[in-house]
């Protein structure tokens, strides 16, 4: 039917109108998701973004991951050590030659719930069980996990929180021994760990803080009064 | 036909493109002031009444030490150093270290020189965790200590204003 009669003057406009219409409705969906993903509430939908995890315009970035790692290695510096540390553990990894492949594999290996951050740098699992970490510490509330631009493992940080005084104080000292048979000995020791040290009510932190050219380790127990105790885990490399 | 429904989708992809920037450059901006951790004494707990007497007791010199080595601390947390990204040159350091300590000397019994922004201002945008303000307050727990004040000057004197939940709630979030 190529020569048919041309459409009527109503009904182009009324398809004009559709058109129209279904344009604007997209737009004000568009505007109103990209407007909500943008808000604190909307920023995780970011993350489902294949192979982004973040704004897609990239604008959210405080600092470029390139940069974000810069900063990290410098702030670093005043924390440097003399000897090169025997091996750089992080739980069952080793910084620096780990990758976030290995991390991924782990996440998928013990189902953990783990999310990363806006830029990537970061991932971060929440309520990691005992076996996935090694060891008897028991279960971590938080594991996080940092990367360089290379996707190298460069930093881990692990936070229990609600302990007792002796489990924390245990938990430290262990930690302690595993880092100074596996990296080398600790640089200091800070505040005291003994349970009494940090009962409920004081303020007050015990720590054991390993110094290397390569390798930085800081394993703390802080109790913090109605904040509850916290035993902290932070593992980090240092590129020398 | 064709050429108003094009200019209509050109209009329509370039707003949906300006809505993702601008949504996307607030976000950056807000985040970018990284490294403000100073904060209002009108804003902390009041503490027991030896907080103020901290300043006499320990001395200028002794707040610089502790505010210095908080800045490092916390720049070199895997979890927190984010926050002090912002600060990329010495003199940017320097500046935020001073300005910390003046509010720290002001809250424990100082001269109260602070000039800066309060609490809610300077951490605005910022999006700071109650996670990492706990880690943070364990930074200067742990940096009391080092420098050498006392167990009970640490939980008596110096914690009140940093764990009071006003406090916590001006910084937390914002």
């Known amino acids: 039917m190529a020569g048919g009669r041309p459409p009527a003057p109503g009904r182009a406009a009324r398809s004009l109108k559709r058109a129209a219409m279904a344009v604007g409705g997209f737009c004000v969906a568009s505007f109103a998701l990209i407007g909500f993903a943008h808000t604190r509430a909307g920023r995780p939908l970011l993350r489902y973004i294949p192979g982004m995890g973040a704004c897609p315009m990239g604008f959210d970035h405080a600092l470029s991951p390139a940069a974000r790692e810069q900063q990290r290695a410098r702030a670093l510096l005043p924390f440097r050590g003399a000897e090169r540390a025997a091996s750089r553990p992080a739980l069952g990894f080793a910084l620096g030659r780990s990758t976030r492949s290995d991390v991924a594999a782990w996440q998928a290996q013990f189902q953990l719930a783990c999310h990363p951050d806006l830029d990537g740098t970061e991932t971060t699992c929440a309520g990691v069980p005992q076996a996935a970490l090694g060891g008897d510490g028991g279960r971590a509330d938080e594991a996080s996990f940092f990367f360089d631009p290379q996707d190298r493992l460069v930093a881990v940080n692990v936070a229990r929180r609600g302990l007792l005084p002796a489990q924390a104080t245990q938990l430290v000292k262990t930690r302690a021994r595993e880092l100074s048979e596996k990296a080398g000995p600790s640089s200091r020791t800070v505040g005291t760990l003994d349970p009494e040290f940090l009962a409920p009510g004081r303020i007050a932190e015990a720590a054991v803080e390993f110094r290397f050219s390569d390798y930085h380790a800081d394993v703390s127990a802080t109790q913090m009064g109605q904040l509850g105790l916290m035993e902290r885990e932070q593992y980090q490399l240092i590129d020398d | ?174």
């Open chain 2, 1 to 174: 036909m064709n050429h108003v429904l094009s200019n209509i989708l050109r209009l329509a992809a370039a707003g949906t493109l300006l809505t993702a920037m601008l949504a996307c450059s607030s976000s950056s901006s807000s985040t970018g002031s990284g490294g403000t951790t100073s904060s209002s004494s009108a804003s902390t707990g009041s503490g027991g009444s030896c907080t103020t007497q901290m300043y006499a007791k320990y001395g200028p010199a002794a707040f610089t030490t502790v505010t210095d080595d908080l800045v490092k601390t916390a720049a070199a947390d895997p979890q927190i150093g984010h926050y002090f990204a912002a600060l990329t040159t010495t003199a940017e350091v320097t500046a935020f270290e001073a300005s910390l300590d003046q509010f720290i000397v002001g809250v424990y019994g100082g001269p109260n020189d602070y000039t800066g922004p309060d609490m809610a201002t300077a951490h605005k945008g910022l999006h700071i965790t109650s996670a990492d303000y706990t880690y943070f307050v364990g930074l200067i727990v742990k940096d009391l200590e080092s420098n050498g004040v006392s167990d009970s000057d640490v939980t008596d004197c110096f914690a009140p204003p940093i764990t009071a939940a006003a406090f916590e709630a001006s910084i937390v979030g914002m």
